[in-house]
């Protein structure tokens, strides 16, 4: 079977406008976590933790996973971590966020391969998790047990957060249909 030379030129042509809009796409998600996160960043939690957010940023990484699939939803938010913490953080910062991120991003992607588990179980799962993976990441940091005191208001603040990140994904991801985030 052999492509005649505009067949093929129009292949290619083809490929190239899906990649173009694949890292359009991306670039455009990538920018959405990090002005998220930016926002997110001013919104005072009076919680008495240190640290504690809404994980707001979180929102666009659910929405790539289930939408876009788990290595570009896994590279897009590695990015804003990165990104996120030489901005607004220091080598702390990233490694607190690193730690979640690996646990919750994890453990979600487990959850949404086995299957059985709505968008909001999976994004809960993501909150506690990264809450988790922060506190034993502050624990072997700073070499103190005490942290994990923190632990219970942390593991409720990851169910509300990763609860309402859930719904407002599987939201935002209805509103969006098939034509922007079609793979």
Excluded: W
Excluded at 70 to 95: D, K, M, W
Excluded at 130 to 157: D, E, M, T, W
């Amino acid at each position: 079977f052999r492509l005649s030379r505009s067949a093929l030129e129009s292949r290619i042509r083809r490929s190239m406008k899906r990649s173009t809009r694949k890292l359009s796409l991306y670039g455009m998600l990538l920018a959405l976590s990090i002005v998220l996160g930016y926002v997110e960043s001013m919104i005072p939690i009076p919680l008495g933790i240190p640290g504690v957010k809404l994980g707001i940023p979180n929102i666009v990484t659910v929405i790539a996973l289930y939408s876009i699939g788990a290595l570009p939803a896994f590279l897009i938010t590695l990015l804003r971590i990165l990104l996120i913490s030489a901005s607004f953080g220091n080598g702390v910062t990233f490694l607190y966020s690193l730690s979640g991120f690996l646990l919750s991003f994890s453990g979600m992607l487990f959850l949404k391969k086995i299957g059985g588990f709505s968008r909001v179980s999976v994004s809960i799962a993501g909150g506690v998790l990264h809450n988790i993976g922060q506190i034993f990441s502050a624990v072997l940091l700073l070499r103190s047990a005490a942290l994990f005191s923190y632990l219970p208001v942390l593991l409720l603040a990851g169910v509300l957060s990763g609860g309402v990140i859930g719904l407002l994904a599987g939201l935002v991801t209805e509103r969006l249909g098939k034509n922007l985030l079609d793979k």
